[in-house]
């Protein structure tokens, strides 16, 4: 059964409920931006056809895949769509097992990569690809970019 809701322009999809805390730091972006995102959960290994039925029925313009272990799940999304897919490892005991798994995809059906643990960059990297048809978008994502210089600077000053 696929519950999912309205049309979210970017779709994360958990490969199980013990990710939610990197999808949750996926989210916190897309809410500060206003851009609408739903999180689902479906594994690649657990419900093969789930994920391709949520991938395929869906019609959001990005997806994200969080998974550790032997991460399969980015790539599971990937060979459902031509739409960009950003594969989020999860750490674990031993991090390179879901890195090298999202990373090392074979010829032809490529996922993008973000580091370990890394939902907001997943995010504003879903929110870039977006922002490449929406100047509103592009105009907030710099203006986050601004936000961040400013926090350096003043970080500076508050080191010595
Ligand atoms: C992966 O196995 C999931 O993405 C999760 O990161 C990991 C452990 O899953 P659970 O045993 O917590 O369900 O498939």
């Known amino acids: 059964m696929i519950v999912a809701s309205l049309m979210p322009e970017v779709l994360i999809i958990l490969g199980s409920k013990s990710d939610l805390p990197v999808g949750k730091r996926a989210m916190e972006i897309f809410d500060a931006f206003g851009v609408e995102a739903e999180m689902m959960v479906a594994s690649a290994h657990r419900t093969p ?69 890394r939902g907001e960059n997943a995010a504003l990297l879903a929110l870039q690809i977006l922002a490449t048809s929406d100047e509103g978008l592009a105009i907030k994502l710099r203006e986050h970019r601004e936000e961040m210089a400013r926090n350096v600077v003043a970080d500076s000053f508050e080191v010595n």
């Not at 005991?93 to 973000?114: A, C, E, F, R």
């Open 49 to 117: 056809k789930r994920v391709d039925d949520i991938v395929t029925c869906s019609d959001a313009r990005v997806f994200i895949a969080v998974a550790g272990l032997a991460a399969a799940l980015p790539g599971a999304v990937a060979s459902a769509t031509v739409r960009p897919v950003i594969g989020v490892p999860v750490s674990g005991k031993l991090n390179l097992d879901s890195i090298l798994s999202i990373v090392q995809m074979p010829p032809g059906v490529p996922v993008g990569t973000v580091g370990l643990d």
